[in-house]
């Protein structure tokens, strides 16, 4: 499948000109728009990651466009598929090699493979992100990768291992063990490496998922149009919530007020009561939905359609597909790039920062690398965040910040802000009259016409 390259949104929007005085380039303002002043910045959405089982390979698409941007070779049968917390690492499971492939999320290639054993089927990686879970189905049993090294660290038997599900806390996981004649939930206490316990079952497991809460975990097994309700405390099924016919991957929204599964039969996605376990809502996605994954903010699913080679985006406020992405043949996991692990960079040169106004949905969390390319002390402060941090000479420094609910937050230089040294945070549904209101003297200047 051919890849489709996005536009540059700073070729677009990189023109403007320097006042005098002021060593300022690239990422102004274009006042000569009609109807809107837009900063240099867009917002971005991050990418989203699906393994494409039938061509070898992971799609990589870009959320804020849903568009394919990229697809990157990977060794047969990409089964299983985690992304990092902090966004910066995919892990990729071929189950028709003994591989889990590490791609870096900066670069979107392969940064390493790890040896796990033949014919690796699901992976399932920590809250902390410091342990993937895969689950060798061909070795008889779940190895335990170290995140940090990226090397095995542990292994623990499960006869045919096909999904698994990892506690909040950590501690412990469930594994989908697929052996005829003894079909279970297998139990593992992720600290001691060993097995705990096992809800036996008459039907083979297929996928499971654990509430944010981590009270209750959802499971689906082949023959029973259903999902299941297991109590982990009690190790006991406490529910069943009827679905479509042949439901696969049960997930729940970051927030834990929905709980979602795909209906292969039907190609259907149910949202579901996670409290009261009832079906409150279905809708239509593509041919034999597979996977499921889930953006930060709770609002859109994304679902990997295996039988109609695309990916349904799902706005679970309004239960309406708002987009479908060809992706290539079979398309089976999926992950999304998290929200709060998007990294922005702003330059603090001469007296200024570039880019000085960035744009960012309600709320989104984003990490800022303020890079200081001077030989000057500089600083960034945002009181509405209590953030003071001084920017060593020729130094960085990583802040947290959060786009306000609504309007602008600025930034500013404490040392320099009187010669301009200023910058803001732009809400989506900032009022166009206050943006970039208090950057005169920024060296951002609108451009007349």
């Given at each position: 499948?051919?890849s489709?390259?996005?536009t540059?949104?700073?070729?677009?929007?990189?023109?403007?000109?320097?006042?005098?005085?002021?060593a300022?380039?690239?990422?102004f303002?274009?006042?000569a728009?009609?109807?809107?002043?837009?900063?240099a910045?867009?917002?971005?959405?991050?990418?989203?990651?699906?393994?494409?089982?039938?061509?070898?390979a992971v799609?990589?698409?870009d959320a804020s466009?849903?568009?394919?941007?990229?697809?990157?070779?990977?060794?047969?049968?990409?089964?299983g598929?985690v992304?990092?917390?902090?966004?910066?690492?995919?892990?990729?499971s071929?189950?028709?090699?003994s591989t889990?492939?590490?791609?870096?999320?900066?670069?979107?290639?392969?940064?390493?493979?790890?040896?796990?054993?033949k014919?690796?089927?699901?992976?399932?990686i920590?809250?902390?992100?410091?342990v993937?879970?895969?689950a060798?189905f061909?070795?008889?049993?779940?190895?335990?990768?170290?995140t940090?090294?990226?090397?095995?660290?542990?292994r623990?038997p499960?006869?045919?291992?096909?999904?698994?599900?990892i506690?909040?806390?950590?501690?412990?996981?469930y594994v989908?063990?697929?052996?005829?004649g003894?079909?279970?939930?297998?139990?593992l206490?992720l600290?001691k490496?060993?097995v705990t316990?096992s809800?036996p079952?008459?039907?083979?497991?297929?996928?499971l998922?654990y509430r944010?809460?981590?009270k209750?975990?959802?499971?689906?097994v082949?023959?029973d149009?259903a999902?299941?309700?297991?109590?982990p405390?009690?190790?006991?099924?406490?529910?069943?919530?009827?679905?479509?016919?042949s439901?696969?991957?049960?997930?729940?929204?970051?927030d834990?007020r929905?709980?979602l599964?795909?209906?292969?039969g039907?190609g259907?996605?149910e949202?579901l009561?996670?409290?009261?376990?009832?079906?409150?809502?279905?809708?239509k996605v593509?041919s034999?939905?597979h996977?499921i994954?889930?953006?930060?903010?709770?609002?859109?699913?994304?679902?990997?359609?295996e039988?109609?080679?695309?990916?349904?985006v799902v706005?679970?406020?309004?239960?309406?597909?708002?987009?479908?992405?060809?992706?290539?043949n079979?398309?089976?996991?999926?992950?999304?790039?998290?929200?709060?692990?998007?990294g922005?960079?702003v330059?603090a040169?001469?007296?200024?920062?570039?880019?000085?106004?960035?744009?960012g949905?309600?709320?989104?969390?984003v990490?800022?690398?303020?890079e200081n390319?001077?030989a000057?002390l500089?600083?960034v402060s945002i009181?509405?965040?209590?953030i003071?941090?001084?920017?060593?000479p020729n130094?960085?420094v990583?802040?947290?910040?959060?786009?306000?609910p609504s309007?602008?937050?600025?930034?500013?230089?404490k040392?320099?802000?009187?010669?301009?040294?200023k910058?803001?945070?732009?809400?989506a549904n900032?009022d166009?009259?206050?943006?970039h209101?208090g950057?005169s003297?920024?060296g951002?200047?609108?451009?007349n016409?």
């Amino acid at each position: 499948m051919g890849s489709t390259q996005a536009t540059d949104i700073h070729t677009m929007f990189g023109r403007g000109w320097v006042p005098a005085g002021i060593a300022f380039s690239l990422l102004f303002l274009i006042a000569a728009l009609p109807g809107s002043i837009r900063s240099a910045t867009a917002a971005p959405a991050g990418k989203v990651y699906a393994g494409i089982f039938k061509e070898n390979a992971v799609a990589v698409i870009d959320a804020s466009t849903n568009r394919v941007l990229r697809t990157l070779p990977i060794p047969p049968g990409p089964h299983g598929l985690v992304i990092t917390p902090d966004g910066r690492k995919v892990y990729v499971s071929s189950d028709g090699a003994s591989t889990v492939s590490v791609i870096d999320t900066s670069s979107d290639r392969v940064s390493t493979g790890i040896e796990v054993g033949k014919a690796p089927h699901g992976l399932s990686i920590s809250n902390d992100g410091s342990v993937v879970l895969a689950a060798v189905f061909g070795a008889d049993s779940v190895a335990l990768i170290d995140t940090g090294t990226d090397k095995v660290v542990g292994r623990i038997p499960v006869s045919q291992p096909h999904n698994s599900a990892i506690s909040p806390d950590g501690r412990t996981a469930y594994v989908a063990s697929q052996r005829q004649g003894q079909t279970a939930l297998v139990r593992l206490d992720l600290v001691k490496k060993s097995v705990t316990g096992s809800v036996p079952l008459d039907k083979t497991p297929r996928a499971l998922g654990y509430r944010p809460d981590g009270k209750v975990l959802y499971f689906t097994v082949a023959g029973d149009d259903a999902v299941l309700a297991l109590e982990p405390s009690s190790n006991k099924v406490i529910a069943r919530v009827p679905v479509g016919a042949s439901p696969h991957h049960p997930l729940f929204t970051p927030d834990g007020r929905s709980g979602l599964v795909v209906s292969q039969g039907p190609g259907t996605l149910e949202i579901l009561d996670p409290v009261n376990h009832s079906v409150k809502g279905t809708v239509k996605v593509g041919s034999a939905p597979h996977w499921i994954a889930a953006s930060s903010n709770s609002r859109t699913a994304y679902v990997t359609n295996e039988g109609s080679g695309d990916v349904s985006v799902v706005d679970l406020d309004r239960r309406a597909v708002v987009a479908t992405i060809p992706v290539g043949n079979a398309p089976r996991k999926i992950a999304v790039q998290p929200v709060a692990a998007m990294g922005r960079t702003v330059k603090a040169g001469d007296y200024y920062f570039k880019p000085a106004s960035l744009d960012g949905k309600p709320g989104q969390k984003v990490t800022l690398t303020i890079e200081n390319e001077t030989a000057t002390l500089h600083n960034v402060s945002i009181p509405e965040l209590h953030i003071d941090t001084d920017i060593p000479p020729n130094g960085k420094v990583d802040i947290e910040v959060a786009f306000p609910p609504s309007g602008t937050v600025r930034f500013f230089c404490k040392f320099h802000s009187a010669i301009g040294m200023k910058g803001e945070l732009l809400s989506a549904n900032a009022d166009p009259s206050a943006r970039h209101a208090g950057l005169s003297g920024s060296g951002i200047r609108r451009r007349n016409k």
